[in-house]
């Protein structure tokens, strides 16, 4: 899906010199949604409070999107015609460090003017400006309009409901007990704020959520980190309309995950080294060496990035990302990922473990909307379609060696066996001769390498 740009903003210095950001333009090394370092890192925050910057220090009164729109009320004319309102905000800034506060307050107003797209989307229903605006610089901005935009990019209808399976019936599922353990464990994806009464009640919501759908549904298998997906899904959409999202998502996005078993899963993550070996041969080659195989990017892909992250921030923008693109996508940002962390990579032994170490634990502070546009560009650069067909082709002539490595091993052992055997009609006919070499030395002689030699020549054209 080829990205287009939705928000321009233009601001106005005190020199009275426009300035336009474009979303593709902006090269900032830090997502929207944690511009400070110091980000407090943990889940289920819906503030949306602005926070202040050097140079940019807003005043505390404007805290929130909403209450902006509300006190201010400004619209694209008033932007764009140098706005009283707008001087003021950027006033407290400017003159400690025009260039920081200049973005600092497009950076607000970039995610202001795009909620209000948004909006306007939402009432129009127009879906493509939606997809667009998931996958462009800062996603959705926030949980609110996650709440109304996720079950569109989904497809489900949020008036649908589906019947409750009996308690009994889901307790006796296969995979029951493993749900319930996994969601136990699941303590860190809840927010750390939230009271345990709410939070157990919570957990149960999620059993149930996900025992619904594999009751529904009993060619899907569960697996661990399915749990991961449908906690997020839950704590923005709450449950009724996390079941009808998930629901969708487990027939499509996430249907190869939930085979019986890997074989699938391991065919999409396998396809991450020809997407690797054409952006960097050699960084391909390294991992090749160190033989580090696939299996440190499959949390990422199978749990959306949802278990390896600790930023709620960066879980639900990627949720926004994967939600409007290809069910590939999580495989086109593993590799991006990668490709960023070379010089991290490269300085390691080669050697499996050491490789691997690295590669499964995620940094906090990877620059996330960076990686998302260059996932982007390697997808319309080397779609699913090209990967999958250079991936046959590597299996196929995986499967070539291998057979004929198969077909020389086995030709050597025919020819050790047949040298044993050899070897001892040798001594035998040898040890016959000399029994007998006493009275018929050369008659026995010459009757004996004629049969040996008869023998040997049978053998060998068989």
Same mark, same amino acid.
């Given at each position: 899906?080829r990205?287009?740009?939705?928000?321009?903003?233009s601001?106005?210095?005190?020199?009275?010199?426009n300035?336009t950001?474009?979303?593709s333009?902006d090269?900032?090394?830090?997502?929207?949604s944690?511009?400070?370092?110091n980000?407090?890192?943990?889940?289920?925050?819906?503030?949306l409070?602005?926070?202040?910057e050097?140079g940019?220090?807003?005043?505390e009164?404007?805290v929130n999107y909403?209450?902006?729109?509300?006190?201010q009320?400004?619209s694209?004319s008033?932007?764009n015609?140098?706005s009283p309102?707008i001087k003021?905000?950027?006033a407290?800034?400017v003159?400690?460090s025009?260039?920081q506060a200049?973005r600092g307050v497009?950076?607000?107003h970039?995610?202001?003017?795009k909620?209000?797209v948004i909006?306007?989307a939402?009432?129009d229903d127009?879906?493509?400006?939606?997809f667009e605006?998931?996958?462009?610089k800062?996603?959705?901005?926030?949980?609110?309009?996650?709440?109304?935009?996720?079950?569109k990019l989904?497809?489900?209808?949020?008036y649908?409901?589906?019947p409750r399976p009996?308690?009994?019936?889901?307790?006796?599922?296969n995979y029951?007990s493993?749900?319930?353990l996994?969601?136990?464990?699941?303590?860190?994806?809840?927010?750390?704020?939230?009271e345990?009464?709410?939070?157990?009640?919570?957990?149960?919501?999620l059993?149930l959520?996900?025992?619904?759908?594999?009751?529904k549904?009993?060619d899907?298998?569960y697996?661990?980190?399915y749990?991961?997906i449908?906690?997020?899904f839950?704590?923005v959409l709450?449950?009724?309309?996390?079941f009808?999202v998930?629901e969708?998502l487990s027939t499509t996005?996430?249907?190869v995950f939930?085979?019986?078993t890997?074989?699938r899963t391991?065919?999409?993550?396998e396809?991450?080294y020809?997407l690797l070996?054409k952006v960097?041969p050699?960084?391909h080659?390294?991992? $090749?060496?160190?033989? &580090?195989?696939?299996? @440190? +990017?499959?949390?990422?892909?199978?749990t959306?990035y949802?278990h390896v992250?600790n930023?709620?921030?960066?879980?639900?923008?990627l949720?926004?990302l994967?939600?409007?693109?290809?069910?590939w996508?999580p495989l086109?940002l593993a590799?991006?990922?990668?490709?960023?962390?070379?010089s991290?990579i490269?300085?390691?032994d080669?050697?499996?473990?050491c490789v691997h170490s690295v590669?499964?634990?995620i940094?906090d502070d990877?620059p996330?909307?960076i990686?998302?546009?260059?996932a982007?560009d390697?997808f319309d650069a080397?779609?699913?379609?090209v990967?999958k067909?250079e991936?046959?082709?590597?299996t196929?002539?995986k499967?070539q060696?291998?057979?004929e490595?198969?077909?020389?091993?086995?030709?050597?052992?025919q020819?050790?066996?047949?040298g044993l055997?050899?070897g001892?009609i040798?001594? $035998?006919?040898?040890n &016959?001769?000399?029994? @007998? +070499?006493?009275r018929w030395t050369v008659?026995?002689?010459?009757?004996?390498?004629?049969?040996f030699?008869?023998v040997?020549?049978q053998?060998?054209?068989?």
């Amino acid at each position: 899906m080829r990205r287009r740009n939705i928000v321009t903003i233009s601001t106005t210095s005190d020199s009275g010199k426009n300035q336009t950001v474009d979303d593709s333009q902006d090269q900032e090394n830090s997502t929207c949604s944690s511009t400070d370092a110091n980000e407090q890192r943990s889940f289920g925050t819906n503030d949306l409070s602005v926070k202040a910057e050097p140079g940019n220090e807003l005043k505390e009164k404007i805290v929130n999107y909403a209450e902006y729109d509300k006190v201010q009320n400004i619209s694209d004319s008033a932007l764009n015609n140098h706005s009283p309102k707008i001087k003021v905000i950027m006033a407290e800034g400017v003159h400690q460090s025009e260039t920081q506060a200049s973005r600092g307050v497009q950076d607000f107003h970039r995610k202001f003017r795009k909620i209000r797209v948004i909006r306007q989307a939402l009432e129009d229903d127009e879906l493509e400006t939606l997809f667009e605006a998931a996958v462009n610089k800062c996603g959705l901005v926030d949980d609110e309009i996650r709440r109304k935009v996720w079950p569109k990019l989904a497809g489900v209808d949020v008036y649908e409901t589906s019947p409750r399976p009996d308690s009994k019936v889901l307790e006796m599922h296969n995979y029951y007990s493993q749900v319930v353990l996994d969601v136990n464990r699941s303590l860190k994806r809840f927010p750390p704020s939230i009271e345990e009464k709410r939070r157990l009640a919570m957990q149960d919501q999620l059993v149930l959520l996900i025992m619904r759908i594999l009751v529904k549904y009993p060619d899907l298998h569960y697996y661990q980190g399915y749990h991961d997906i449908c906690v997020t899904f839950l704590l923005v959409l709450g449950e009724e309309i996390a079941f009808n999202v998930i629901e969708k998502l487990s027939t499509t996005h996430l249907r190869v995950f939930m085979d019986k078993t890997m074989e699938r899963t391991n065919e999409v993550l396998e396809c991450i080294y020809p997407l690797l070996y054409k952006v960097n041969p050699v960084l391909h080659d390294f991992l $090749l060496r160190s033989d &580090v195989g696939v299996i @440190f +990017s499959l949390s990422w892909v199978i749990t959306w990035y949802g278990h390896v992250l600790n930023c709620y921030s960066d879980v639900v923008r990627l949720f926004d990302l994967f939600l409007a693109s290809h069910p590939w996508m999580p495989l086109y940002l593993a590799a991006t990922i990668v490709l960023h962390r070379e010089s991290e990579i490269m300085d390691q032994d080669c050697d499996m473990a050491c490789v691997h170490s690295v590669l499964s634990k995620i940094p906090d502070d990877l620059p996330f909307e960076i990686l998302i546009s260059k996932a982007l560009d390697l997808f319309d650069a080397y779609p699913p379609e090209v990967l999958k067909a250079e991936q046959e082709l590597i299996t196929r002539q995986k499967k070539q060696r291998e057979a004929e490595l198969t077909r020389r091993r086995l030709k050597l052992k025919q020819v050790q066996q047949k040298g044993l055997v050899c070897g001892t009609i040798y001594a $035998l006919c040898g040890n &016959v001769t000399e029994y @007998f +070499s006493a009275r018929w030395t050369v008659p026995i002689t010459m009757a004996a390498a004629v049969v040996f030699y008869a023998v040997i020549y049978q053998f060998y054209n068989k």
